[in-house]
T-cell receptor, first 112, second 113 residues
Framework: KAGVTQTPRYLIKTRGQQVTLSCSPI?????VSWYQQTPGQGLQFLFE???????NKGNFPGRFSGRQFSNSRSEMNVSTLELGDSALYLC???????????FGEGSWLTVV | GENVEQHPSTLSVQEGDSAVIKCTYS??????FPWYKQELGKRPQLIID?????GEKKDQRIAVTLNKTAKHFSLHITETQPEDSAVYFC????????????FGKGTHLIIQP
């Protein structure tokens, strides 16, 4: 069974631009959550989607948004990028929003 | 919200010795406590987890203990090997994946040959 797949793996953006990251969960998993990982703040929860609905959101500004499609694939978008948005963005999936989540390899975003 | 403290931030042990990493949490409603291992440049991988109705869980050289009264849980690795070198993260949640995991800051475990 394929794991969580994230694209792109690496990208460089300029301040003020926006970025969209994509995530395909493990087959059969309907819950997708997103995390930001930085050296200073560690791993922080962004939001979680289940059946195309956002069920919970972490403490991030409105520039961070996401969505989920009917096939459970998810995207997250960051608008008006700031230097501090440079991070590893990790997508994770679980079956029906259960406790156990499995991470993808992540998307490395650098904002210059 | 939940707050998870993890200690130590760096732990160096001799190969073959044991390593212990400790975490405390603040929300008494938390009921699920996973541990993730992250090697350099790779994704966090679940290595063991424990639920609040269990006090201890073992999987080969790895064990986790939970003290609900004191609100702390620990990861124990015995007979450490070079491949155990990585960053380890503890986490806690009261609502499962839907509510998001609150992670500790991580422990860099170094296995000295």
């Amino acid at each position: 069974k394929a794991g969580v797949t994230q694209t792109p793996r690496y990208l460089i953006k300029t301040r003020g631009q926006q970025v969209t990251l994509s995530c395909s969960p493990i087959s059969g998993h309907r819950s997708v959550s997103w995390y930001q990982q930085t050296p200073g703040q560690g791993l922080q929860f962004l939001f979680e989607y289940f059946s195309e609905t956002q069920r919970n959101k972490g403490n991030f500004p409105g520039r961070f948004s996401g969505r989920q499609f009917s096939n459970s694939r998810s995207e997250m978008n960051v608008s008006t990028l700031e230097l501090g948005d440079s991070a590893l963005y990790l997508c994770a999936s679980s079956s029906d929003g259960g406790n156990t989540i499995y991470f993808g390899e992540g998307s490395w975003l650098t904002v210059v | 919200g939940e707050n998870v403290e993890q200690h130590p931030s760096t732990l160096s042990v001799q190969e073959g010795d044991s390593a212990v990493i400790k975490c405390t949490y603040s929300d008494s409603a938390s009921n699920y406590f996973p541990w993730y291992k992250q090697e350099l440049g790779k994704r966090p991988q679940l290595i063991i987890d424990i639920r609040s109705n269990v006090g201890e869980k073992k999987d080969q050289r790895i064990a986790v203990t939970l003290n609900k009264t004191a609100k702390h849980f620990s990861l124990h690795i015995t007979e450490t090997q070079p491949e155990d070198s990585a960053v380890y993260f503890c986490a806690a949640t009261s609502g499962g994946g839907a509510d998001g995991l609150t992670f500790g800051k991580g422990t860099h475990l170094i296995i000295q040959p």
